[in-house]
Each structure stands twice: as structure tokens, then as C-alpha cells.
């Protein structure tokens, strides 16, 4: 995500003394370090804001969020909210729900006008993603996977409309001389193989395919390919329906390879990914995938350095459709600096029946009061609307079945 610039002045600042709460830490050393990090991604960031509103103004298309979640629970200035998904409930989509990790201290479950549900307090969970039908024991579960940064690790969890239960006695650990910090996630479903992975990213490039399995209703994972790209890489998601793996490489472009275990490494960069598409201002970060039914769809992608969302299709050769801002309602602030997005063309009740984007929001505000980050809400079909040739929707298209 967002790259550190150790400056004189920001040094100062901190000598005035910012301040920073921390989430789960383990030595003293560690929460004078965190602070630390925390504190200077801040300033920095504060910093590139005027730079990127300006970036924004050649960006046309722009909607409204239609609602947000809770702050999480830190102060405002500290990066902690980073990175969405959507668990639907299939028995009340209505009652679906929003996973929102807190980078300081845990993973987050939010209904859909925002509140908190529950909060596990896993550590500095940086990403997460989730799959459905997972089987473990007589049932078949949603199961998601999300990277811990204290113990460099993967944590696995089961989904419920009230929950996130923790499937193992601590977290798997990643080998730190392969994954130098554990960072972006996705998870994916091989119709294939009929198997279920985790790709796990480090901030050195290296990613790690892991294969999830049941044996005797105990989880287990374990690696099964490693892909290495040139820098640094939090943004991917898996398309089930094609078997495709997307990867953000966040100063260069958005790269797409095979995503099944035993494929070679061989991969094509996304025409207008890049820097020959001037709306591609680095960093590129999340990404997710909106499934609209035959194998169509669009690739989102968070732009951070001029705070919009790229919309790729997702068939044959990607065409790059454009991209789109997001400004304040009457009563919800905009969005800038996204890391984390997530996407579903599934129906959530009357308040988005044709599907939801949620992104997080990096200076979230309430009228001229600076708040602590968090997720905002916007309705597809107020995005599809942006496009002369509209984005197509599909809110019955249950792509994992």
C-alpha cells in the first residue's frame, strides 16, 4: 500500500507530538515502531492529497456513497481501515454482511448501514477475502482468509451473520525469508480441482498460492505455488469463474495469470493498466470483480494517486471502460486514497438491489472534523449510470454455484 518517505520535516512533526493507539503488539520496542509507522504514512499522506485532488479534475464520471460504517476504533490521522469484503446472506440478503479489516487491531463485521456487529481482535489484519461452501464437517461454510501482520501469517475464519470464528488454534505462519510481510490477499475456488486456495502477498513482491483443505474437520493449509513479481504487490483477486488470478503491481500496472496450483508463471500485462493510461495515477491497490452472468463482468481497481476506480471488463482482452470519482452526498464525506474495495452484482435488500461497491476511505470526514478511516457504501447501478455504453447488472447471477 502506501510507500514511506522518511522526510526532515515530517521528523519534526512528530516531535510535536502526533499521537497513534496501536491495535495487539508484543514488545515495547514493536509499539514505539508501529507508532511510528503509523504516524509517518499519515503525514505523508496528508501530504499527496493536494497533488491527487488535482489528478482528479481530468475524471468525469463521479457518484455518491449511500452509506458508511462505523469509524474503526482509532484516532483520526492513523491509518487502520484497509481492505473490504461481502458476506451474503443467501436466507435474508437484507441482513448480508460487510468484513472490514483495522490494520492496528483486528477484522471488523458491519450490517449494511454500517454498525458494528462483531469484532475479532485478531491483530493487524491487513487484508481479507472469502469464499462459500466450503465443507467442514456436515456443513459447508463461508470461509474467509485474511493476512496478520504481527505474526507474518494467514487467519482463517468462518462467517456468520453474527460472527467470525477463528478456525484454528493461531494463525498459519508464513516463512519471512519468502513473504517479508504478510499483505495483500484473495481467495479462490478451482471448479476444476473442486479445491479452495489463499494467495498471500508480501511487500517484496513474492506471492504464495495455498491450498485450504479439511482433513478429518480439521483445516489445514499449505503451499502449493510461488509467484514472484518486480515490486511491491498488495491489490489481487482470483476470477472462479475463469480460473484467472488478477495482480496489482502497485507502480506498474495490473497483471493476469493463470490461477490454478499447477500452472506456469507466465502472465500478460492489462492494456491501459499502466502509465501510457494517464488516469493510472500510481498507486494501484485493491481489487475485486463484479460477476454479471456468461462469464462477463468488470475488474475495479483503486487508483490512489489521483483517488479514483479503474472498470476493466473482465472478458477476453480486459477493455479499459474508464474511470470514476467519488464526491460527498448531502450527508456522507467522499472518498480518497482507497486501498482495500470489494463488489457483489448480488441484490442486498431495497437498499441495493442491484449490488454494492464498498471502499475504504482514507480522510474520512465529518464536516470539518477529521474522523478515524472507514468503509463507504455505494450502490452498482448509481455507477453503471456513469458509462454511455452503462455497466451491465446482474443481481440474481450467483457465480460460485
Sequence with gaps: ??????????????????????????????????????RLEAIEDSAKKANALQLQSQITRVVHPSGQTQAVDQESGVDAADDPAIWYNADNPGESRILGTDKQAGLGLYD????????????????????????????????????ERNANALVLYRVTADSLIALQKSPVPLDSAIIDDAYGCCMYYSAV???????????????????????????????????????????????????????????????????????????????????????IAYDLEGLDIFYAGENKGYLIAS?????SYAIFEKEKDNRYLGNFIIKASETIDGVEETDGLAVTNLALGAAYPSGMLVVQDGFNTEGDSDQPQNFKLLDWNAIAKQYNEPLKVAPSHIWWE
Design 1 to 38: 500500500m502506501r510507500k514511506l518517505t522518511i522526510l526532515l520535516a515530517i521528523t519534526i512533526g512528530l516531535a510535536a507530538g502526533c499521537r497513534h493507539k496501536a491495535g495487539t503488539l508484543t514488545t515495547e520496542t514493536s509499539i514505539a515502531s508501529e507508532k511510528m509507522d503509523g
Design 112 to 147: 449494511l448501514k454500517g454498525k458494528l456487529v462483531f469484532f475479532h481482535p485478531t491483530g493487524r489484519v491487513n487484508n481479507v477475502d472469502l469464499r462459500y461452501n466450503f465443507p467442514m464437517g456436515n456443513e459447508k461454510i463461508a470461509l474467509a482468509a485474511a493476512t
Design 193 to 279: 480441482k473442486n479445491r479452495y486456495y489463499a494467495f498471500v502477498g508480501g511487500k517484496n513482491g513474492q506471492v504464495q498460492q495455498w491450498l485450504i483443505s479439511n482433513a478429518n474437520d480439521q483445516i489445514e493449509a499449505s503451499v502449493v505455488r510461488q509467484i514472484t513479481f518486480a515490486s511491491q504487490c498488495e491489490g489481487m483477486v482470483a476470477d472462479d469463474e475463469e480460473g484467472i488470478l488478477y495482480v496489482a503491481e502497485e507502480g506498474h500496472g495490473i497483471w493476469k495469470l493463470s490461477a490454478e496450483e499447477d500452472a506456469d508463471n507466465s502472465r500478460v500485462l492489462l492494456a491501459n493498466s499502466d502509465s501510457l493510461n494517464t488516469n
Design 303 to 307: 487508483v490512489q494517486g489521483n483517488f
